[in-house]
Each structure stands twice: as C-alpha cells, then as structure tokens.
C-alpha cells in the first residue's frame, strides 16, 4: 500500500525517535537492575532483589518493544501491502501480558511475606531504593520524548511499574528503619500491583481492540458516513469499515453512492471527501468505491 511521502516521512521520524527512546531505556533499566541485584545481596533484602527481578522483566520487555519498532520501519511488499506496523501492535500485546504476570508475581510475593517477614537492613534498601527511582523517572522522562505509539507507551508504563515498585522498596526501607515494622513492604507491594493492573488493562483493551480491527477510540463510524452523506452530491454511504492498522494510523474503506449529475466529477468529490476524512476525523488511508444509484452490486444488497 503506498503511504503519501509526507506521512510516511513523519511516521518514519516518530519510529526513529521510539527507537532511540527505546534503546536509552533500555540501557538504563538494565544498569539500575545490576546495582539492586548487588544492594539486594548486601542488605539481605528480598524486597530489593525482587524489584531487580521486575527489572529484568521490564528489561526484556524493552528489548521487544525496541526491536518491534525497528521491523516496523521496513518497507511494505506485495504480501505485507501494509508493511509491518502491527508487529508493534503485537509486541505491545504481550507487554500487556507480562505485566498482568508481574502483577500475580507481586501479589504472590507480597503474601509470602505477610506471613513470614525477612528482616532487612532498613538505611541499606532506602539508599538503594533511592538509586533506583531517581532512574527510572529518568526513563520515563526519556520515553516521553520518544512518541505516542501504543508499543511506547506500553513500555513507559513498564518503566512507570519501576518506578512505583521503587517507591513502594523506598516506603518500605525508611519504614523498617524507623519502626522495625517488616509487614509494610507486602502492603506497599500489593498497592503497586493494583495500579500496575489499572494500567496494564487499558492497554491490552486497546490492543485487542485494534486486532479484532475494531473503530479507533474517538472516532464514530456513524458520524464518518453522516459526514460523507451531507457532501454535495452524495446520495448514501454502505460498507463503511473504519479501523485502525497501528496506534495512531486510521483506516477507512467504503462504498459511495452519487447522484446523476455529479457521477461526471466523481474524481472531484473523491478529493472532496478524503480531504474532509483528513481534516476532520485525521484518517489519510481510505479506499473508496464510488457507484451510481442504479448500480447492481452482485451477491450483495447495499445498506444505507
């Protein structure tokens, strides 16, 4: 499928700055990861070494977003007429995924200490913990910058369970130190769970709403055919299909129908609607049939 140059060009841009986000993240996560396994194994602090555990995880969850990125800049071809956007769709599906895992993880963890707390070395684990949040706010701050793709916010929001994860390790250290209270690290656990999941949900329905090819969140196909019917011209829209291929690229085909009298311009009221598709609903791939009212479709009855 051929882009139109300029949206391929910025799309391209987008992808080259995902990618470099990705890889910064990346780098950072894993180094963060490797100074909690050594503070995890000074302070004797299972809290620590399962924050580094869940970096690992966002890790390798990284590395699937940042290699997603990258095939999705390959051309399209004959077979893959849309190219390889959706192999991000898919890398974000199963970030869902490992996060709804992480969240079971914690949530398992957390009740093994409720009912037997590890005693920690409180000071050890703030400072740690401390380490550990000031970079992944690094990391969220470096993948904000890098676009507003599904597959990269996914990643932001392995980054932001980091994050959470570390304040809820930093709660807890300063907590223990002052209390000697063991039990507010399962609490805290189970609360970056939650918000965990709240995410995690959001993000693998609009996954699962772009495979199943459903309409893209803030576009009615309603409200498309009506606004293609009230053009000069346009006597009906059927077969409307509105979908989305990746995050943020809409498409649209359909059939419509025009009087006699403009049937000799088809080729300008074409123009007329794509262009009001763009301006209005932001979609610029559409496949439009246009017929006349005494058009037979075959094996077909049209729908007004």
Known sequence: MAHPPAAQA???????????????????TTGIMLI?????????????????????????????????????????????SYGYHRVEILAALTNGVILLVICLAIVYEAWDRLMQPQVVNGPLVTVFAAIGLVANLAGMWILSRAGRSLNVRCAR?????????????????????????????PLVSCAIAGAILLGAWRLLRETVDILLEGAPHGVDPGDVSRAIERLDGIKGVHDLHVWCIT??????????????????????????????????FSIDHTTIQIESESYAEVGEVHHH
Do not use: C, Q, Y
Not at 10 to 28: C, H, I, P, Y
């Open 157 to 185: 929001m392995h980054v932001a369970s980091d994050a959470l994860a570390s304040v809820g390790v930093l709660v807890a250290g300063i907590a223990i130190a002052l209390t000697s209270w063991h039990r507010i690290d």
């Open 36 to 80: 909690e396994v050594a503070g995890g194994l000074l302070s004797g602090s299972l809290a620590l070494l399962s924050d580094a555990g869940h970096m690992l995880t966002d890790a390798l969850a990284l590395a699937m977003a940042w290699f997603a990125v990258s095939v999705s800049r390959r051309p399209a071809d004959p077979r893959r």
């Open 247 to 280: 995050s943020g690229m809409t498409a649209l085909s359909g059939h419509v129908i025009l009087d006699t009298a403009s049937l000799a311009r088809s080729d300008a009221v074409l123009n007329r609607i794509k262009e009001m598709l763009k301006e209005r």
């Open 10 to 28: 910025g799309r391209d841009n987008d992808s080259a700055a995902a990618g470099r986000g990705l890889l910064l993240a990346l780098a950072l």
